[in-house]
C-alpha cells in the first residue's frame, strides 16, 4: 500500500471546510481521490461550485466533484449564509470554474470508489452525513470497504454550537448521522469512526496572526494584517490568489466568531478533522457508543455517547478529546503558505522551486 493516505472527502464548503481542501491539498502524502458536496451550509449545487473553484484555483481540475443530496432525509435543508457567507465562503469571489461535477452522485462515488479500492479509502466528513447515509442505505456493505471514516460533528462534554446541545452538521441532518453511526457499530473494533465534535475542534482558534504568517510565509505582497476595525467586507490586495482568497473567506469567519462574543478569532473545525483523517495520532479519544436524538422537543440533533456500556452495544466510535491546538495550527500556516507559494509560481510559469 502506498505512504500516500488516498480519502474520500464529503463536505458542505463552507469557509472552514475550503481551508480543510487547502490544508489537503498542501499534503503531499494525501491523495484526494473525489470531493463530494453536500447540502449544509449553503445549498448542495454552490457547494459544489465553491468546490470546483477551489480546485481549480488551485490547479487540480485532475479531481472528481460529485454532486450529492439536495437536502437531509427527511426534513427541509437549513443554510448558513450568516456563518459562511451568501456564497459559503465569506468575502471571497472565486474565479467562476470551468470544468464540471461529474456525471455520477456523491452518494455513487462513495459506493463505487470503496468497490474499486475496498479497505483502501479513508472518508472524511466534514458536513453534514446525508451522502453517506444514502450511500449505506443502499449498499449496507460501505462501512467494511472503509479503511478508516473520520467525522466532524458532535458535541461531547461541550455546548452545542447550533442548538444548547447540538452541533450544525449534526443537526441539519441528525437521522442521517443516526443512520451512519449504527451502520458503522458493525465495523471491527480497531476501525470504529473517529468522531471530532466541538469538544476539540473549539480549541482550533485562528487569529489574523495565522493568515499573517502564511502571507509572509507564502512571499505574498503586502503583507496585510485583518484587523477587528477595518470596515466589514474589505477585500484583501495581497498578491497571491489562495493568500488573498483564502483571507476574504476568513475575514468574514472572525467578524461572524466576533459578533457572536467570541472574539476577532474563528473556530477551524475542518481543518483540523482533515489532519486526524491523515494522522490520528493527533488527537487522543475514548471509545463510546454514540447515538443521535432525533426526536427530543428541545434536544434535536444532540450526540449521545455511552461511555460505560450502559445501553449494552459495544462502541462505535472513537470520540477525540483532546489535541494540541499549537502543534496543529504550526503545521496548517507552514503547509498552507508552502503550498500557495508553489501555486502562485505555477500560475506565473516559473516552475517548480528549487
Ligand atoms: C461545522 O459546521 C459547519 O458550519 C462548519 O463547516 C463545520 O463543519 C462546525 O459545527
Ligand atoms: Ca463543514
Known amino acids: ?3 500516500r493516505t488516498s480519502l474520500i ?3 458542505d464548503t463552507g469557509i472552514d471546510d475550503s481551508l480543510a481542501l487547502l490544508y489537503l491539498l498542501a499534503r503531499d502524502d494525501a491523495e484526494i481521490v473525489a470531493v463530494l458536496s453536500t447540502a449544509g451550509n449553503v445549498p448542495t449545487s454552490q457547494v459544489a461550485q465553491n468546490n470546483l473553484a477551489w480546485l481549480e484555483l488551485c490547479g487540480r481540475t485532475d479531481i472528481e466533484v460529485a454532486v450529492g443530496a439536495a437536502g437531509p432525509l427527511s426534513t427541509p435543508l437549513r443554510t448558513t449564509e450568516d456563518t459562511h457567507g451568501p456564497q459559503g465562503i465569506g468575502y471571497a469571489i472565486l474565479p467562476a470554474p470551468t470544468h464540471r461535477p461529474s456525471d455520477r452522485t456523491a452518494t455513487q462515488a462513495w459506493i463505487d470508489l470503496t468497490r474499486e479500492r475496498p479497505g483502501e479509502l479513508v472518508g472524511l466528513v466534514t458536513g453534514p452525513l446525508t451522502n453517506l447515509a444514502l450511500a449505506v442505505r443502499a449498499d449496507p456493505a460501505l462501512p467494511a470497504r472503509l ?12 455546548p452545542g454550537n447550533t442548538t444548547p446541545v447540538a452541533e450544525w452538521n449534526i443537526s441539519v441532518d441528525p437521522e442521517a448521522a443516526a443512520e451512519v453511526f449504527a451502520a458503522f457499530s458493525e465495523v471491527p473494533a480497531d476501525r470504529t469512526p473517529i468522531v471530532c465534535g466541538l469538544d476539540v475542534t473549539e480549541r482550533i482558534v485562528l ?3 495565522h493568515l499573517r504568517r502564511i502571507a509572509e510565509l507564502s512571499g505574498s505582497t503586502p503583507v496585510e494584517t485583518i484587523r477587528t476595525e477595518d470596515a466589514p467586507s474589505t477585500r484583501s490586495a ?4 489562495v493568500v488573498r482568497h483564502l483571507s476574504d473567506a476568513v475575514r468574514f469567519y472572525f467578524e461572524f466568531h466576533r459578533d457572536h462574543g467570541q472574539g476577532f478569532i474563528a473556530h477551524m473545525h475542518d481543518p483540523f478533522v482533515a489532519a486526524v483523517a491523515l494522522d490520528p495520532d493527533v488527537a487522543q479519544y475514548r471509545s463510546a457508543t454514540v447515538d443521535v436524538e432525533t426526536e427530543g422537543r ?4 444532540q450526540t449521545v455517547a455511552d461511555w460505560f456500556g450502559l445501553w449494552g452495544r459495544p462502541p462505535n466510535a472513537r470520540v477525540a478529546l483532546d489535541t494540541d491546538p499549537d ?5 496548517l500556516v507552514d503547509r498552507v503558505a508552502t503550498f500557495a507559494r508553489t501555486v502562485d509560481r505555477a500560475v506565473k510559469g516559473s516552475g517548480p522551486e528549487a
Not at 238 to 241: A, D, F, L, V
Open 207 to 209: 487569529r489574523p496572526e
Open 238 to 241: 495581497t498578491s497571491n490568489p
Open 147 to 158: 479503511r478508516r471514516l473520520v467525522i466532524m460533528g458532535g458535541a461531547f462534554h461541550h
Open 327 to 331: 502543534a496543529f495550527l504550526d503545521d
Open 1 to 3: 500500500m502506498s505512504a
Open 9 to 11: 472527502v464529503d463536505v
Open 298 to 301: 428541545i434536544t434535536r440533533g
